[in-house]
């Protein structure tokens, strides 16, 4: 039975090699030059970036691939600061281990529930990967499990992340924190649903991680395991078209068939493909900027940028607008990999979460990169000078990748409030059609698109 992948990101090249393990004969497709997907980097001179993903969680997920493929496991490095936050002029340095007595002592209201919390969200953790990371959620019957209903019991989904860190914190740093944090997985910032809370618990508790060699080394090593087990990669072919013969796929752009096929592409864009309308609304969009620095910079490998005004600059960007100033990720990698700039230098990748290119044209991305390097220079007291940069708006992303608005996430409000769920991993009518990658269940990150492939070769079988 052959099988063929739609995409060599890392839902591609877990698909592929999962699919591999079971028998299939599998032929990847991917519209760009190499693997990797939203996974790849950007080098000038000595200067590395990677320009995709960053804050590495659940290395498991890739050990596991990687061992299924028959490679040794990537070799991780923790991050250590965690993470600094600042709002406006007052900077919080987190640790793993020195957490709860930094919350003692700048904030002593919180300690005991901040100690309170992260008892329970040890049990929320747990039960996310003994539900939410082994299968998708089928339905409004796929939320009757155990595990979910312990999760809803003990994060209430009625809430919204805000709404949940004002009931539980006095600390304006931590509402800030937990507030802002669920933007970068999709949600309106607005409406954030109260469980992704549960992702900064995840990182106090099992740390934050950086691969040897730069996260684009997670896209080599997968692609180095498909092709030892001998999946067919195509390369430099976008896929227009989709040929369909009743309730089944039989081929894809240019004539390849198979048996079954697996599309890591956006979901929106793929319904395009099969004919079927949609006038959805994109989610937000990163809007990211590599900058060559070329001296060091006084902050910690994450960085997370929180103006105090940040509630009100949330309801301009859910409104369609680009405020001068917003919350900013900073991630400085060359803090804990010196191989990623010169000695004395830093390599510093600037994210923001902005309106998609339904809402904004971005013809013009300059403005947007000075006003974030001026918010910098006005929060912290540095002023960046670049050297040399690289500009990715979401017309990039939705250019490069097909997403729907330059959003990575897909479509707003596509998912069931109450848990956060996207689209199923199975076509509604297609029997042959299955999907992985960001915009399907379990969702955006590494981990969960990498477990995306599972659940796409998991339903495969199945059928």
């Known amino acids: 039975m052959k099988v063929i992948v739609m995409g060599a990101g890392l839902a591609g090249l877990s698909a592929a090699i999962y699919a591999r393990a079971e028998g299939y004969e599998v032929q990847v497709i991917e519209k760009n030059p190499l693997p990797g997907g939203k996974v790849w980097q950007w ?95 089928k339905g409004p019957l796929g939320i009757i499990n155990r595990h979910l209903l312990r999760i809803a019991s003990i994060i209430d989904p009625r809430l919204s992340a805000s709404e949940y860190a004002a009931k539980n914190f006095r600390s304006e740093i931590l509402r800030a924190l937990l507030s802002t944090y669920p933007s970068y997985t999709e949600h309106l910032i607005c409406k954030s649903p109260a469980i992704a809370v549960f992702v900064p618990f995840l990182m106090l508790q099992d740390g934050i991680h950086y691969p040897k060699g730069g996260v684009y ?8 395991g498909a092709l030892e087990m001998g999946v067919e990669f195509v390369f430099d072919s976008e896929i227009e078209h989709i040929e369909t013969d009743g309730a089944r796929v ?32 994109a ?48 991630c400085i990698a060359s803090k804990t990999d010196w191989d990623c700039a ?41 002023r960046i000078l670049p050297s040399a940069k690289k500009i990715v708006a979401p017309d990039d992303f939705e250019q490069r990748f097909n997403n729907t608005g330059g959003s ?17 991993n199975k076509d509604k009518e297609m029997k042959n059609l299955y999907y992985a990658g960001a915009t399907v269940q379990p969702g955006s990150g590494v981990p969960l698109v990498i477990r995306s492939g599972k659940f796409a070769v998991d339903l495969m079988k199945g059928s």
């Open 342 to 382: 010169p000695k004395g230098c830093e390599s510093l990748f600037i994210v923001g979460v902005l309106p998609s290119t339904q809402d904004h044209d971005w013809s013009d991305k300059e403005p947007v990169f000075d006003n974030a390097l001026k918010q910098i220079e006005r929060m912290t007291g540095e």
């Open 43 to 137: 080098q000038h001179g000595a200067f590395n970036f990677d320009m995709g993903p960053s804050m590495i969680i659940e290395t498991w997920t890739i050990a596991e691939v990687l061992r299924i493929a028959g490679q040794e496991p990537l070799e991780f490095q923790a991050v250590s600061p965690l993470f600094s936050v600042w709002l406006e002029n007052q900077c919080w340095t987190v640790d793993a281990d020195s957490a709860v007595d930094m919350v003692r002592s700048l904030a002593p209201e919180d300690a005991e529930n901040l100690s309170r919390i992260a008892r329970k969200m040890e049990t929320v953790i747990s039960d996310v990967r003994a539900s939410l990371l082994q299968r998708p959620v």
């Open 250 to 281: 039989i081929s894809v752009g240019d004539m390849h068939t198979a048996d079954a096929f697996i599309c890591t592409a956006d979901f929106n864009h793929v319904q395009s493909l099969l004919g079927r309308k949609s006038d959805g609304k």
């Open 408 to 424: 990575v996430f897909g479509l707003s409000g596509m998912h069931n409030p109450l848990m956060g769920f996207r689209e199923y």
């Open 283 to 330: 989610a937000h969009a990163y809007f990211a900027a590599a900058v060559a620095v070329d001296r060091e910079l006084p902050f910690t490998h994450h960085t997370f940028l929180i103006p105090k005004d940040y509630q009100v600059a949330h309801q301009s960007i859910d409104a369609g607008k680009v405020p001068d100033e917003y919350p900013l990720y900073l």
């Open 217 to 224: 080394a997670i896209a080599e090593k997968l692609y180095k």
